[in-house]
Nanobody, 116 residues
Framework: QVRLVESGGGLVQPGGSLRLSCAASRITFSLYTMAWYRQAPGKQRELVATITSTGDSTNYADSVRGRFTISRDNAKAAVYLQMNSLKPEDTAVYYC?????????WGQGTQITVSS
């Protein structure tokens, strides 16, 4: 069974940093485009960042560009999201997603709360 497992969530003060990890299993990870999404209470799930299978191209939502960095390690079958200068509006459940052609897999999500 394919699994994407996020970790690294928690409570952080405004201006702080967190690093999320997503570990994949039972997929040929190096073929997958990976992404991070988030969903705040009462809002739709939104795309945060994407990274190509080789890691040579990334893309970010305007709201996080310059503060968040997506990266991957294909040898470890993992994708990361470094989040700096966190704001209260970054509070959400963060999900990783892997896609390859018509295949899409989601993690179970990890909660990020930015509050003083």
């Amino acid at each position: 069974q394919v699994r994407l497992v996020e970790s690294g969530g928690g409570l952080v003060q405004p201006g702080g940093s967190l690093r999320l990890s997503c570990a994949a299993s039972r997929i040929t990870f190096s073929l997958y485009t990976m992404a991070w999404y988030r969903q705040a209470p009462g809002k739709q799930r939104e795309l945060v960042a994407t990274i190509t299978s080789t890691g040579d191209s990334t893309n970010y939502a305007d709201s996080v560009r310059g503060r968040f960095t997506i990266s991957r390690d294909n040898a470890k079958a993992a994708v990361y999201l470094q989040m700096n200068s966190l704001k209260p509006e970054d509070t959400a459940v963060y999900y990783c997603r892997g896609t390859l052609n018509s295949l899409t897999y989601w993690g179970q999500g990890t909660q990020i709360t930015v509050s003083s």
